[in-house]
């Protein structure tokens, strides 16, 4: 492992929305080409990668209105799986090694979901990208990545957003908000932050997972932080962590 290089084993959460470059259509797949070459530095650099993805950019389930919820999560989970082979078939073609596992099981796509399988994948050097989820509605993909990197034992949590970090007010709507470098889960939750649903949040807080929210708009912000640089807001027990 390069003497730069802060953590060993990370899990990124990419977002479904973070991958459609902020343009019309589902994905931009210069920038994805662009967030995977970024992503190939860290493992050329002896990183053991793991993602789960989100599915914003196909499918939220808040958009079945008339829907049973159950169903309209179970749609969600399905576009999760598109973005995990859209990003599957961008690393293959760098020359990077991956697998989808999906805890829901489409063995015509992609593996079953199986812990051990899935760190013996990291070790031998393949990028692992879960979808579908926990394989349960009414969890979100923030959720599961905390829930996966607590599983395969992650150092860290990478969330890859459409912002920069934990601001102390909307910063579209208020000039005046700032960012925050680092925040306490307990903060997160009595404030009611939404940077982080609740149940990810108090998870991570349990599993002592430290999270670092930071924006995708600048791809290399992900070697920036597997190296160790100040960017984002980390999200821990204790600020300064």
């Not at 459609?20 to 493992?43: M, N, R």
């Not at 499918?59 to 169903?71: E, K």
């Not at 599961?144 to 990197?149: D, I, N």
């Amino acid at each position: 492992m390069g003497k730069d290089i802060k953590f060993k084993r990370i899990l990124i959460k990419l977002s479904g929305e973070a991958l459609s470059g902020g343009k019309d259509g589902i994905l931009d797949y210069t920038f994805l080409e662009t967030v995977c070459s970024e992503i190939k530095q860290c493992v050329d650099m002896g990183v053991q990668v793991s993602i789960v993805v989100g599915a914003g950019n196909i499918w939220r389930g808040r958009q079945g209105v008339n829907m049973d919820r159950t169903r309209a999560d179970h749609m969600g989970m399905l576009a999760t799986v598109i973005n995990c082979l859209a990003l599957q078939d961008t690393f293959e073609r760098l020359g990077v090694p991956s697998r989808v596992m999906t805890a829901i099981e489409m063995k015509q796509f992609a593996e079953p979901y199986i812990r051990n399988k899935a760190i013996s994948h990291l070790e031998s050097g393949k990028v692992v990208i879960f979808g579908c989820g926990i394989g349960s509605p009414f969890f979100s993909t923030d959720t599961t990545a905390v829930l996966r990197a607590a599983e395969i034992g992650a150092e860290i949590v990478l969330l890859a957003k459409n912002v920069d970090g934990v601001y102390t007010a909307d910063p579209k709507l208020d000039p005046s908000a700032t960012k925050i470098p680092s925040i306490e889960y307990i903060e997160i939750l009595k404030k009611g932050l939404k940077v982080l649903d609740f149940t990810a949040t108090s998870f991570s807080m349990e599993n002592h997972i430290p999270i670092l929210l930071f924006g995708l708009d600048d791809p290399h912000n992900i070697v920036r932080a597997v190296m160790g640089e100040k960017i984002g807001t980390i999200v821990s027990e204790h600020i300064g962590d």
